[in-house]
């Protein structure tokens, strides 16, 4: 595949960036948005022939088929956009094949994923969230567009964000005695959250759920409950709870 992408061929443009390996690529999922545009078609159409020739209706019915077109045209957009995921990081490439954002892991500040819990009314449905906040400032919300491999996607960019970052927050926890991970500090003598310390030898249990980070002592409430969207690096904060005894002195 010859795309170009400012003048850079895809190749080059990964090896220059230092991607490595190509992991997959994913398109999001447009059959929901195929649907609305066939119902807006079809409701201009009906408007059109029911019209009569009353302006009003006739107007309301080439208003419904202009957003079906819009629709449809913004549905073909995000059917020919593909998210290739690589070693070093990630690429999207748009429909006229060139290369239309470019993170390399190295890039991304934070990282946060979690569970958000729709409620339909008559059931109940998992949606999975993966955020990038990058060292730029800009924000990479994986959830928009829709992936169906999503719980894949955010498993193989944690394992390699993870990778990352495994090595600084240790080197940060050498340097100050802590590593910070949002609202949750792993310090020396024990886990702080809010105004509470909690000394390592007092924690019984740690559990991670779908929309919480749970921890417990002896008591029958946790001490700590905190949503899993505004913790950072979560991986790498389980990883070194369980290895704290391990984590090098300040």
């Known amino acids: 595949m010859d795309s170009r992408a400012g003048g850079r061929s895809i190749e080059q443009a990964v ?10 690529r994913y398109r999001s999922a447009v059959a929901a948005d195929i649907v609305i545009v066939v119902c807006c078609a079809a409701l201009g159409f009906v ?9 009003a209706v006739v107007a309301m019915g080439l208003g419904v088929l202009a957003l079906a077109a819009v629709g449809g045209l913004v549905t073909w957009r995000k059917a020919n956009t593909w998210r290739h995921l690589f070693t070093g990081g990630t690429l999207t490439v748009g429909p006229r094949g060139t290369v239309t954002s470019l993170v390399t892991w190295h890039d991304v500040a934070h990282l946060r994923y979690w569970t958000r819990v729709v409620n339909l009314g008559t059931a109940y449905t998992e949606v999975p969230q993966c955020r990038l906040d990058l060292n730029s400032g800009e924000v990479l919300d994986l959830a928009k567009p829709r992936y169906k491999e999503m719980p894949e996607i955010v498993s193989f960019i944690d394992a390699n964000v993870s990778a990352v970052k495994l090595p600084l927050k240790t080197e940060e ?4 005695g802590a590593a910070v991970f949002g609202p ?3 310090a020396a003598e024990g886990v702080r959250w809010r105004d509470s310390l909690v000394p390592w030898h007092a924690v019984t249990r740690v559990e ?26 979560l ?9 704290w005894q391990e984590l090098p002195p300040g």
């Open 208 to 233: 991670v759920g779908k929309t919480r980070l749970k921890i417990w002592t002896d008591g029958r409430q946790p001490v700590v409950s905190q949503l899993l969207s505004a913790v950072p690096e």
């Open 184 to 186: 949750i500090t792993l």
């Open 15 to 24: 090896a220059e960036a230092g991607l490595g390996e190509q992991h997959g």
């Open 235 to 243: 991986t790498v904060l389980i990883h070194m709870f369980g290895h």
């Open 173 to 176: 926890f050498r340097k100050t």
């Open 47 to 55: 408007l059109l022939a029911a019209a009569g020739g009353a302006g």
